[in-house]
Structure formats: C-alpha cells, structure tokens
C-alpha cells in the first residue's frame, strides 16, 4: 500500500480546516488536507463571520478584497424582522450585530454576513497557494506511536496511508476521527430538528423595503425561520420537524415548495428548491480536544445552536490557537507542555460559546408564548407582550464584547500574580492587555501610513511591544531570538502613537513591555521597567513554551 509523509494531516476541509492549513503554510509547515465531500461547500450553511474571525484570516494571508467582495451589504443584512408570513404583517425588527463605523474603534474587520459556501471557496484559493486539498478522500481509521500518526485513507482510485507526525480533525459535527478515539460529546444531542430547505429565488421586490438576513415567520401553519444568504437569488428556510414521527422521504421537492410557498405567503414570487436536508439543534461540547497527537478543532470539538451564529467562528479560532503551538513544538523551541495549553484555552470559550447561544435559543421561544397571549388575551396586552419579547431578544444579535472579548485563564500564559482578565460581557467589549486577553486594537501609524496595530504582529513570532522609553526591553528582545523569535516593536521608533490611545490601552506607561504570542493574546506584561529584563523575558518564554 502506497505510504505518504507528511508533517500535518487535517481531515476536514470546512472553514476549521482550510485555515489551520493556511496558518501552518504561513509558519514553514507543511501539511496535507483530504475531505470526504467530493467537492467544496455547495449549499448555505453558516452565515455570520465576526470580527474576531476576520482579523485572524488577515494575520493568515486570505485575500481580504475577495472576502469582502463576497459578504452581504449590511443595508441588506443589518436586522433581523418577526412577520406573520414574508408578505404579511411585521410584528418587530432589531438590529443585526454592529456593522456599523463605530465598530472600527474596536476592530479593523466588523462582523458581516458572508455564507460559508461562498466563503470556502476563497479560503481553499489561498490554500492551494502551498497545497491542494483532497475531496473525495475519506479518513477511515489511525494507530498512534511515540513518533506519529499513521492514518488509513480511502481516496478516489483505492486506500493509501498517510503518516504525520500531528493529525488535526476538523472534520464535522459527525467527526469519524473523534468517533474512532471515543471521545464523547456532553451537553444535549438534540434541542430540536429542522428541515432546511435551501432555494433560490429574487425576493427583492416582496422584502426590498424591510431588507434583513433573518425572518422569523409566525402565522399558524406556516411557522419557521428564513435566512436570507443573499436577497437577490439565495435562501434558506428552516422548518422544524419531528424525526420521530416522519421521514426525510416525506419531504419531497413538492411538499417543500408547499412549505415555502406557505411561509412566503403569496404565490406571486417563483423559486426553485435545490438542497433539502435535516438539520438537528444541539448544544455540546467534548470532554478533552487531544488524544496524544491528535487534536479536534471546529465542529469535532463543539456544537452550538446557531442562535448567535458563533460555530464556524469558533473554530476558525481553534486554528489559530492551535497552529502556532504544533510549528513551535516542531522547531523545537517549545516542549509538549504547550500543546497541552490548547485544551485549557479553548475548551472554556467552547463552553461558554454554547451556553449562551443555547439561552439565545431558548429566550427565541418567549415571542412564541408571547404570540400565543396575543391570540388568546385581550389585544392591548397581547401586543405589549409580544413588544417586550422582541426586546428580549436583543442580545442575541449583539455580542461584541463575546465576540472579541474571550480571554484565556490558564494556559500559555504567565501573570505574575496579576489577577486574570476581565472577561467582557455578551454584549459590551472592554479593551484589555492583561496576560490572556486579545491585545487590543488602535489605528496607528507605520511609515506615515495608519494601520491597525493587529497588523504589525506577524504570526510567525512573538511581539515584544514596548513602551517609548523601554529600549532595554527591546534590547533584551533581540539578545533572546536565538532561542525564540521575538520582534520588538517600540512605540515612537517603530510606529506613531499620535493620540496615545494604544500606549494607554496597553496599560504598560512609558517604558513597560507587552508580549504578545502569534495569536495576539497577550501572554505576559510589565507596566514599567525592570533590573533584568533579558532574564525576566527568557524565564517568561521559557515557561510559556514549556521548556
């Protein structure tokens, strides 16, 4: 049988996988991706990429025109609308996330809609800049020794092994390899079913004067939710079913364009149905994200429900937690230790992550209770209580400070006793530099040109950022590449500050010192000067990487 090497092998070929393959290409590792579709996304999946998400595809190289290029215009998919039936009664409106400039105070990259099949695509272009990603090839089993991982493929001309020191599964929901290592999802496996039936057609002139991505329709018989992945030619409608008492085969195509027909509520605008699938809401996360040389990221790892749209986001950000630490512990500057900080990480975001997109879930049904006291009370009160639901919901569609304001409690950081970072709320972002949160963003300026400071730390080192009067930490950081690549990055030599606002985000003074890992979290701060500085970094990164 025919043997392939490789360092990396990534089973799965979804948003998780194409961008652990762009990030270890762009740190020098070579790697090998095999997908069992035999073709790339074809059908609206999810359709809300955060800011967090976009920042971590510019840090890897993903050609940002495109994305941009590809994403919803927020005049079309900036609310969320509860209607009788698309053509009927409106019975309320909230905005959809914050799309809006102001964001750009926070982030270089606001949230925007931008579906996965369209997505994929982009990432898999970029990816085949250093491989090519293999469909049709299915992952069937693996064996593990001391050295690596020697995976058993079955590919469309026969079976092939493929043997790699680490094997990354982002592999799906269904995970074959999670399946095969016995690693048990926890939390409830199924909330509720749905069918999504995926059709096309222009809606424009039936929904062009109340625009939005969501629509939640509530006339009796004709209940369920559209999701608009582009107004002009491409939706999704989701209408629950019970798996218990029917069958997939009583969906025909026919029966579907009776559905949808329904929900649209007039016969006056054609479509046509393409995709017709199940669809089940969970709410689960695994018990342990590696077994000795193998990690899950992506939907292997967790399943949230989409109420808050945060799957696809989640594990794009698994990547890019993860991806640095193999290339660290393959150049041999950094022990075991550290892969093991990818667990403690990024499994309490997971946790937190389906927490609250199941109470979004759950809080979803209160317009219905409140719909039901509409029909059944007095009018006036019915309405006030149905205005109140709708208002409930507002979180849901706005959660900034969970979207940028994660922050690691144990792992590959060191606090020197500082107490942890302040974890944001749902909703509101607040800026932090303490050890384990996100560095935080500022427009500065580089060679008289204004930048996101997210833009001057590359993925492939640390960033040691240093205040205007801290050259001895910046020295200390040159001394110190030898072992650990380390950039300095001064403020007022290596860029402009103008309004100090980065320096005061930073909370480090004049002449304190920042590190920032390749996945800009912070990893360690000073707020001022110190005896030694070339010590105190080498036993900081020594204790990071775990060597």
């Not at 025109?65 to 079309?76: E, W």
Request: charged content about 20%; some cysteine; proline content about 6%.
């Amino acid at each position: 049988m025919q043997t392939m090497e490789t360092p990396v092998l990534i089973v799965g070929a979804g948003a998780a996988g194409l961008t652990s393959s762009l990030l270890l290409s762009r740190l020098g590792i070579a790697n090998r991706v095999v997908e069992r579709r035999r073709a790339p996304q074809s059908a609206p999946a999810a359709h809300v990429v955060n800011a967090r998400t976009f920042e971590i595809f510019r840090a890897a190289g993903v050609d940002m025109d495109a994305i941009a290029a590809a994403c919803q215009d927020p005049a079309d998919a900036g609310q969320v609308l509860w209607v009788t039936t698309l053509a009927g009664e409106e019975l309320g409106r909230l905005p959809f996330e914050r799309q809006g400039d102001d964001t750009l105070a926070f982030t270089p990259t606001p949230l925007r809609s931008l579906s996965q099949h369209r997505l994929e695509p982009i990432l898999g272009a970029a990816v085949r800049v250093s491989t090519d990603a293999d469909y049709g090839h299915e992952w069937v089993r693996a064996t593990q020794d001391s050295r690596g991982v020697t995976s058993r493929i079955r590919g469309r001309d026969g079976e092939y092994e493929v043997r790699s020191r680490w094997l990354i599964a982002a592999d799906g929901a269904g995970s074959p390899v999670r399946t095969a290592l016995g690693i048990a999802p926890i939390g409830p496996d199924r909330l509720q079913s749905f069918i999504m039936i995926h059709f096309e057609a222009n809606l424009r002139p039936l929904v062009g004067h109340r625009a939005g991505v969501l629509y939640w329709t509530t006339a009796p018989g004709a209940t369920g939710t559209f999701v608009a992945h582009e107004i002009d030619s491409t939706w999704v409608y989701m209408h629950a079913w019970d798996p218990d008492r029917e069958s997939v085969d009583d969906y025909s195509e026919s029966v579907c364009a009776a559905i949808v027909r329904g929900a649209l509520g007039t016969d006056a605008y054609p479509f046509r149905i393409r995709t017709v699938r199940p669809w089940t809401m969970t709410a689960q996360v695994v018990e342990r994200y590696r077994e000795g040389r193998i990690f899950l990221v992506g939907d292997a790892a967790h399943r949230f429900p989409p109420t808050g749209g945060l799957g696809l986001n989640t594990g794009v950000q698994d990547a890019h937690n993860l991806a640095w630490k193999i290339a660290a512990v393959e150049a041999g500057c950094a022990g075991d230790g550290l892969l093991d900080s990818y667990v403690a990480e990024r499994r309490p975001v997971a946790q937190r992550n389906a927490d609250v997109s199941l109470q979004n879930a759950l809080r979803i049904g209160e317009v219905y209770q409140a719909l039901a006291e509409l029909r059944d009370a007095a009018p006036a009160r019915g309405a006030d209580a149905l205005r109140r639901a709708i208002a409930n919901q507002a979180e849901h569609f706005d959660m900034l400070g969970l979207q940028l304001g994660f922050a690691y409690d144990a792992g590959a950081i060191v606090r020197n006793g500082a107490p942890p970072a302040v974890v944001s709320s749902v909703r509101e972002y607040v800026p932090s530099a303490a050890p384990g949160a996100r560095v935080p963003h500022a427009w500065v300026r580089r060679a008289g040109v204004r930048v996101s400071s997210l833009d001057l730390l590359p993925y492939d080192r640390f960033t040691l950022i240093v205040g205007p009067a801290g050259e001895a930490w910046a020295d200390a950081a040159t001394a110190i590449t030898k072992a650990t690549v380390v950039a300095p990055l001064v403020i007022g030599r290596d860029l402009d500050d103008p309004d100090g606002r980065w320096l005061r985000l930073l909370d480090i003074g004049t002449d304190g010192a920042v590190l920032v890992r390749p996945d800009q979290h912070v990893a360690w701060r000073s707020r001022g000067a110190a005896a030694s500085p070339r010590g105190i970094l080498t036993n900081v990164l020594g204790s990071i990487l775990s060597r």
